[in-house]
């Protein structure tokens, strides 16, 4: 697949309940999540989208950036997928979380270039798949459909119903998430 095929989708989460405000706005070695995230992505692949959960979110969008909502509301990382599949006008979607600051586009072109004939692509920690840095192609969206309206949100799931190619992993460091106030400190002595 060629980077041209494929969208980048950060996902900037939901309510951020364990940081305590939303995390896609908190500050990292003096850039926001958000803008750290646009601004290692914005010239991978076909472009950059976000997946913003709610509507009245969208208004978090960079200038020149789409935002997406989610069509089915409150069902977590899965409904983005979800709609930003829907919303991308490539056959493949890079799916990246806004609190991953660590991971780079050399560890995407490692997924894009092993996913062959697979609709989806992710790293394994520990034997533990990673979903929210993957890549899937567009027909994993009615895969996804179909989970939410039998009730299963949850995007684990997903990589069992579809075929998906597993990368193990050794080293955690560029899976690092930023989700509580003591994740951004560790992560700022790091930066």
Request: hydrophobic letters at 40%.
């Amino acid at each position: 697949m060629k980077k041209s095929e494929l969208t980048v989708q950060i996902m900037l989460g939901g309510p951020s309940k364990r940081m305590g405000t939303d995390k896609a706005l908190v500050t990292l070695g003096g850039k926001t999540l958000l803008e750290r995230a646009v601004d290692t992505w914005k010239d991978y692949g076909a472009g950059v989208q976000l997946s913003v959960g709610a509507p009245e979110r969208k208004a978090l969008a960079p200038a020149g950036t789409m935002a997406v909502a989610d069509i089915y509301p409150d069902r977590g990382p899965l409904a983005g997928l979800h709609a930003g599949l829907r919303a991308c006008a490539t056959s493949w979607m890079l799916l990246v979380g806004v609190n991953f600051p660590f991971l780079t586009p050399a560890q995407a072109d490692v997924l894009r270039d092993a996913i062959g004939d697979a609709d989806a692509c992710v790293y394994t920690l520990g034997g533990q798949p990673q979903p929210l840095f993957g890549v899937y192609r567009k027909r994993c969206m009615s895969y996804a459909e179909t989970m939410m309206l039998n009730g299963d949100y949850d995007i684990h799931n997903l990589l069992g119903w579809v075929n998906t190619a597993y990368i193990p992993l050794e080293d955690a460091a560029p899976f690092r998430s930023v989700d509580t106030p003591a994740d951004l400190e560790e992560a700022q002595h790091l930066i």
